[in-house]
């Protein structure tokens, strides 16, 4: 059986592709949480309240998480920030920032001098004083601009590709998710 987690979420379609990345905003991994305790309600009916009790408890710490992002990014001094590619387009959206990236929703696109200079000359005109990284993203762009402008790279987690391995290093979505906000935070000072 399929079940559309996605589910009561505004779609962000950029040409004729949905940005798939709706984990990265906690307003909607709040709605992918509800969707999903449905979901598994539906499928193991014998098993509703281990459901329920698990989903209160994620709501719970979602509902923090999400006001830890409204209150913080409300109160920087920056609202645009530039990344690789545009895997935060429903964060921006969802907390009144302004995404910028070198390429769309596609992280093995390549990314033009044109969109190189528009970046560069974007920095310079807005005082950008960060830009982002992300891990299974080329750096090379992000190194370039961060040389030819003088800006700072912090890290943003798409939390997609993790190991277990890698959870055990880095953290589950809650924490990676709390570390985005930090590195938001210091990069839109």
Known sequence: TFYEVSKGVTPIVEGNQTNPHIWLS??????????????????FPNDKDYFEKNYQTLKTTLETLDKEYT????????????VYHSAFDYLARDYGLKQE????????AEVSPARMTEIINLIKSENIKYIFTEPLTSPKPIQTIAKETGVQVLPLSTIEGLTKEDIKKKGDYISLMKQNLENLK????
């Open 71 to 82: 209150e913080t990014l409300s109160q920087t001094k920056h609202k645009t920030f530039i």
């Open 186 to 189: 210091k990069g839109l000072e």
């Open 101 to 108: 990236a070198l390429v769309g929703s596609d992280e093995e």
């Open 26 to 43: 906690p307003k909607e991994a709040l709605t992918m949480a509800k969707n999903i305790n449905e979901a598994l309600q539906k499928s």
